[in-house]
């Protein structure tokens, strides 16, 4: 069987890609339906992108790497293509947007772009064996009980990375970077919670709070949630792509800056209650009891301005060590990936071996949590298929 483009992956980006990559293209995907992620992402309603999107929201070893594309096809695109297809959206928090209805519409929507587009989806096929020679890509596909060959003019390995492996997630892209001449960086868990030793956090498990949460590398704002292996919630999960074993995190509780002030209100209007009654007004109750054993002993009257002072500080500068995280099993995606230094920031071509081409997750470019991730999709995916159809080749 001979086709123009074969784009290994059916997920955000390769689904993207064969929407624009013109005539003769095939996507292969290993699961049942195409799409995987988006399904689960985002509680079901799939946060499909973010307002603020900016290449300084992406880690990468170029940070200039995603530029290109993501100034080429923006969030705007994205969203006025959901307009053409009638899904309506809202913002929840920090520009991220999500589906009025659910998640399943953004998997619709890109088949029926890629229906629009002639493009082939074979599902439950895997691959065998890949090589290239001078007449081009030769794949062996095992699909509906039979070996099938493939030969391609175009290849694009959209794959994905390592995350969440019991949907399928392998280093495929990896593996195919590694084979024609690639370097890959180093790949680790990102978004993804971090865990503390013997059960540290288990008695706060389901206490949420706003907070800071720091390292030396950044700092994120939002919500921390404790659970029975650590800490979770979105701020843990963006520091945790900035964060290493054996580094510390530093939370502050208080990150609006008004606790000191309110305590010293609250000494005037209810001095003899008791410190941590007092402290539980401003944080979760238990969660001022785990840390009771730390604060002064007494009633609210009893402590100075300069005692408030200390509390407070602590309260905002709660240094903690975690032990690791949840790993590939959790992560939401994967930091690292096919190395910059060999593809083309414009098309995302290859530039050891013309027509092959990398996007998505696979590549080192990783997005923070909100939506920033699927826009990268969209944006790597819309440049290949830019590319070929166009019939660039260098």
């Known amino acids: 069987m001979q086709v123009n483009t074969l784009i290994l992956g059916a997920g955000a980006a390769g689904m993207m890609c064969a929407a624009h990559a013109g005539p003769g293209v095939l996507v292969l995907d290993h699961a049942k339906a195409p799409g995987e992620k988006i399904r689960i992402s985002g509680g079901g309603r799939c946060n499909f992108t973010n307002l603020y999107t900016e290449p300084e929201n992406f880690l990468s070893e170029n940070p200039h790497f995603c530029k290109s594309a993501l100034s080429r096809y923006t969030q705007w695109d994205f969203i006025d293509l959901l307009a053409r297809h009638d899904i309506t959206w809202h913002e929840k928090t920090l520009g991220q947007l999500f589906c009025d209805g659910r998640s399943g519409q953004i998997i619709a929507l890109l088949r029926a772009e890629m229906a629009r587009a002639g493009a082939d989806l074979w599902l439950q096929a895997s691959l065998a064996g890949l090589?290239?020679?001078?007449?081009g890509f030769r794949a062996e596909i095992d699909h509906e009980g039979a070996r099938r060959?493939?030969?391609?003019?175009?290849?694009?390995?959209?794959?994905?990375?390592?995350?969440?492996?019991?949907?399928?997630?392998?280093?495929?892209?990896?593996d195919i970077a590694r084979q024609f001449g690639h370097s890959v960086t180093e790949t680790r868990p990102a978004l993804v919670p971090l865990t503390?030793?013997?059960g540290r956090f288990s008695a706060l498990s389901g206490i949420a709070t706003p907070a800071r949460v720091a390292?030396?590398?950044?700092?994120?704002?939002?919500?921390?949630?404790?659970?029975?292996?650590?800490?979770?919630?979105?701020?843990?999960?963006?520091?945790?792509?900035?964060?290493?074993?054996?580094?510390?995190?530093?939370?502050?509780?208080?990150?609006?800056?008004?606790?000191l002030a309110a305590l010293r209100e609250q000494r005037q209007s209810a001095g003899r209650r008791n410190l941590t009654t007092e402290l539980a007004r401003h944080l979760p109750a238990r969660?001022?009891?785990h840390l009771a054993p730390g604060l002064p002993a007494g009633n609210l009257a009893d402590q100075s301005d300069a005692a408030l002072a200390e509390i407070v500080a602590g309260l905002r500068a709660w240094h903690l060590r975690p032990g690791g995280s949840e790993g590939y099993r959790t992560a939401e995606v994967t930091l690292g990936g096919v190395s910059t230094d060999g593809l083309s920031s414009r098309s995302m071509?290859?530039?050891?071996?013309?027509?092959?081409?990398?996007?998505?997750?696979?590549?080192?470019?990783?997005g923070w949590l909100g939506g920033y991730n699927f826009q990268w999709a969209w944006s790597s995916g819309w440049a290949a298929g830019q590319a070929i159809a166009g019939g660039e080749t260098g």
């Open 149 to 174: 060959t493939v030969r391609a003019r175009n290849l694009v390995v959209a794959t994905g990375g390592r995350s969440i492996p019991k949907m399928g997630a392998t280093g495929l892209a990896y």
């Open 349 to 366: 071509m290859s530039r050891h071996l013309p027509r092959l081409y990398f996007i998505g997750e696979g590549v080192d470019v990783t």
């Open 215 to 259: 390292n030396e590398r950044t700092s994120f704002e939002e919500a921390v949630l404790f659970t029975h292996r650590g800490l979770s919630g979105p701020a843990i999960l963006q520091i945790s792509s900035y964060w290493r074993e054996g580094e510390e995190i530093i939370l502050d509780l208080d990150p609006a800056g008004g606790l």
């Open 196 to 198: 503390f030793p013997e």
């Open 287 to 289: 969660l001022v009891d």
């Open 131 to 135: 090589s290239h020679d001078d007449q």
